[in-house]
């Protein structure tokens, strides 16, 4: 089942047309489908049946209240990385009890924010993060349990800005001190030390560098309990990756929970997931209309009302994103090679590059495929572009979750100072 397919020659998103969805909303616009945000949860969830294990999706892939409420229903957690995100989680109905919090730089303020909210385990990434944590928790007179996230230095094979777990990259603690950094723990009254997490990346669409850093994990709880560590729960992170092209077809949540409970199942430890891209990637798509198709001396440009601003990541990470047209093209018209580029005045604003494409002409709509995480989080209103909606789709239903601001709101954000007062 896809949720995003051809029905009678038009593309929906399960039991909704995309060109009424347009006339609706105005284009470009983001379009989630419940269906598939449900159908990964549950891959996840079966998957892992029979242990104790707590899927907390990640929110920074797409924090849309929605998105995250959809979750939350079907007994999610949440991976939290800001107190922007922590606020967000519990707005969305996440039990305080189901939140785990993450990030190599979280703030004094962050911290009793959700010491507060009575979370359920810190991911703390360095030493002088365990000492400020301690002080926060003694100060709330709290105890807090904790997991370290540990850096085992393993390469990902994945785009080097979303590789984390190399000794190089500056998340986690490094593994030489890994032992000393869970003895200071220990002698920390505000800290209870339960458990060790690992996030080596994300996009990683081979098993083998998860099953070298898990390896590294399980010798690692053996040491510790041998050091007198009470290690209950494995942290397992996240990075499982998706497919942004037909040919590649990474793992599944299923092969992935095979290989942990073979690696990991015999230490008695709970799991905690922080799945984020492999829950909502394929779940969204981004339309876009055809403003000018431009025949330039080298090249042919499909110039969309969506940019770089909306969807970063072509331009930040090469990023592959499939670009279909909504109407259904007959399988024997003619193709041209054409790169999608949006109206920011960058020549990096690009969405598909050389691409074959169908026949496509000014008002035509497109679908960005696979847009779903690090998307609209990531947008910006640059070229005071203001931020695009995002629309939630339920078998017929759909629903704007994110309406479009005017021009006018991003004009009142700002302030003139006295002196240029009219
Ligand atoms: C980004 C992130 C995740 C989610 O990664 P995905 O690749 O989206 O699954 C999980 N845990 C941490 C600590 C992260 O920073």
């Known amino acids: 089942m896809n949720p995003f397919d051809y029905r009678g020659g038009i593309l929906h998103a399960e039991g909704v047309a995309i060109p009424g969805l347009a006339e609706a909303v105005g284009t470009p616009f983001y379009c989630y489908s419940t269906a598939a945000l449900e159908r990964q949860y ?18 920074k892939g ?28 519990l707005a969305a109905g996440v ?17 009793a924010a959700a010491v507060k909210a009575g979370i359920r385990q810190f991911n703390v990434e360095s030493e002088p993060e365990l000492a400020r944590l301690n002080e926060v928790a003694l100060g709330a007179n709290r105890k807090v349990d904790i997991a370290i996230r540990v850096n085992p230095d393993v390469d990902a094979n994945t785009h080097a800005k979303i590789t984390t777990g190399k000794a190089e990259n500056k998340f986690g603690v490094p593994w030489s001190r890994a ?46 309990r ?68 431009k025949r330039g001396e080298a090249k042919t ?10 969807l970063i990541r072509p331009s930040l990470y090469d990023a592959h994103h ?33 691409r074959l494409a169908p026949p496509l002409q000014a008002g035509d709509l497109v679908a960005i495929l696979s847009a779903g995480a690090y998307g609209a989080v990531m947008a910006s209103t640059y070229n005071s572009r203001p931020l695009i909606p995002e629309t939630l789709v339920s078998g017929e239903k759909f629903a704007v979750v994110r309406p479009r601001p005017p021009i006018e709101a991003l004009i009142a954000a700002d302030r003139l100072p006295p002196w240029l007062a009219p």
């Open 42 to 59: 549950r891959l996840y969830a079966e998957a892992f049946a029979g242990t104790d294990a707590l899927i907390c999706y990640s929110l």
């Open 62 to 89: 797409n924090s849309n209240q929605a998105v995250i409420a959809t979750f939350a229903r079907l007994g999610a957690g949440a991976d939290v990385v800001s107190e922007g995100e922590l606020a967000r989680a």
């Open 95 to 111: 039990p305080a009890a189901k939140i785990v919090f993450s990030g190599v730089g979280k703030t004094r303020e962050e911290m």
């Open 179 to 224: 032992r000393e950094a869970y003895a200071r723990a220990a002698r920390m009254p505000g800290l209870r030390v339960v458990g060790v997490d690992v996030h080596i990346g994300s996009q990683i669409v081979d098993l083998a560098p998860f099953e070298t850093a898990f390896r590294k994990v399980a010798g690692l709880v053996h040491e510790l």
């Open 226 to 293: 041998a050091d007198g560590h009470d290690i209950t729960g494995i942290d397992l992170g996240g990075g499982l990756g998706i497919a942004y092209e037909d040919e590649e077809a990474p793992p599944s949540p299923g092969d992935y929970a095979d290989m942990a409970r073979r690696v990991l199942g015999n230490l008695g430890c709970s799991y905690t997931m922080e799945p984020g891209r492999s829950l909502v990637g394929n779940a969204g798509i981004l339309v876009s209309r055809v403003i000018y198709v």
């Open 301 to 310: 440009f499909v110039i969309l009302d969506a940019a770089m601003n909306d």
């Open 322 to 354: 499939g670009v279909i047209p909504v109407t259904e093209p007959a399988d024997n018209s003619a193709r041209e090679r054409v790169d999608f580029v949006g109206p920011v005045c960058e020549s990096g604003d690009i969405l598909g590059l050389d």
